[in-house]
Structures are given as structure tokens and as C-alpha cells.
């Protein structure tokens, strides 16, 4: 998902991100989450999941726990604006299936 935030909340987006409490792990066909900062794009920021299959992310986002995870509250007691309100618009999901992958194996 590509995420363009505000530049007035780069902070508290990197913050919220890194202190989230994540349900991610408790979904089937979950393999990986990772938050990506462009490098050559300001404020711009990638959400990169990756699912076992099309399916289990279809469950995920049907699934009580993307619910308490994606909940706009703001439970920390700060001043801390929403994610949604931290954004210059709304996300924008992308999605992509693998053609080829090239792995490092590390040997023992």
C-alpha cells in the first residue's frame, strides 16, 4: 500500500508504525510485513505484506484482527493525530504476485 504522509507527521508515523501492536502473526498464510521508506520520494512510504496467497490476505482484512490493528484510536494518551489524518490522501493499494524471486542462502 503506498502511503504519501504529511511532512509536519513523518515522526509520528514512523512511530506509530514501529510501536503498533501487531496482529499480523496470528493470521494463516502470513509470510512477512515490512514498512519502506522511499529514498527518492519525500514522505513517501510503502506498506509491503506478503501472503501465502490471495485468499489469506482476503481473510486478513475480513478478520477481527485487522480490525483492532487498522482502529483509528489513539490509545497512547498523546496528542498523536490518526494514521488517516497523518496522510496527504487516502492509501493506495497495489497489489503484485511474484515472477521471480532470487534469495541469499547463508550456509551454516
Known amino acids: ?3 504519501q ?3 509536519e507527521h513523518t515522526d509520528d508515523f ?4 514501529k ?3 501487531s496482529h499480523l502473526k496470528e493470521m494463516p498464510g502470513f509470510v512477512r510485513f515490512a514498512l519502506l521508506k522511499c529514498s527518492n520520494v519525500e514522505h513517501k512510504y510503502i506498506s509491503q505484506t506478503t501472503w501465502e496467497s490471495e485468499e489469506a490476505f482476503r481473510n486478513w482484512t475480513q478478520s477481527k484482527q485487522f480490525s483492532q490493528s487498522h482502529g483509528e484510536r489513539n490509545t497512547s494518551g498523546d496528542k498523536r493525530p490518526s494514521v488517516g489524518a497523518m496522510l496527504e ?5 497495489e497489489f503484485y504476485q511474484s515472477v521471480t524471486i532470487t ?3 547463508i550456509a551454516n
Do not use: H, Q
Open 103 to 105: 534469495e541469499c542462502s
Open 5 to 7: 504522509v504529511k511532512a
Open 89 to 93: 490522501g487516502p492509501p493506495s493499494p
Open 1 to 3: 500500500m503506498v502511503l
Open 19 to 21: 510501536s503498533r501492536e
Open 14 to 17: 514512523k512511530n506509530v508504525w
